[in-house]
Nanobody, 114 residues
Framework: QVQFVESGGGLMQPGGSLRLSCEASGSDFNTYNMAWYRQAPGKQRQMVAV???????NYANSVKGRFTISRDNAKNTVYLQMNSLRPEDSAAYYC????????WGSGTLVTVSS
């Protein structure tokens, strides 16, 4: 079973930047389509960015041009560079495959507030 460990969240002022990291277990990481998801309080979890196994990337319209997903297959790690943060980006952020597996990590909390 693949496990995910997210890190890098925190409190940031609007307009700031954060870089999230997620390390996945398993020996086939380079074959996974990896994605970042987020869930704000009282809302459904939504996909933010996808990096498929051949390095094709897709983004939710709400983050396009501000967030960048990348991966390091040698480290089994996927990253999310978040720039120009907005209060509406505040959420718990999770990584998983795309489509997601049943097992989720504990996530990392991002709070954007002045």
């Amino acid at each position: 079973q693949v496990q995910f460990v997210e890190s890098g969240g925190g409190l940031m002022q609007p307009g700031g930047s954060l870089r999230l990291s997620c390390e996945a277990s398993g020996s086939d990481f380079n074959t996974y389509n990896m994605a970042w998801y987020r869930q704000a309080p009282g809302k459904q979890r939504q996909m933010v960015a996808v990096d498929n196994w051949s390095n094709v990337k897709n983004y939710a319209n709400s983050v396009k041009g501000r967030f960048t997903i990348s991966r390091d297959n040698a480290k089994n790690t996927v990253y999310l560079q978040m720039n120009s943060l907005r209060p509406e980006d505040s959420a718990a952020y999770y990584c998983n495959t795309f489509p997601p597996r049943d097992s989720w990590g504990s996530g990392t909390l991002v709070t954007v507030s002045s």
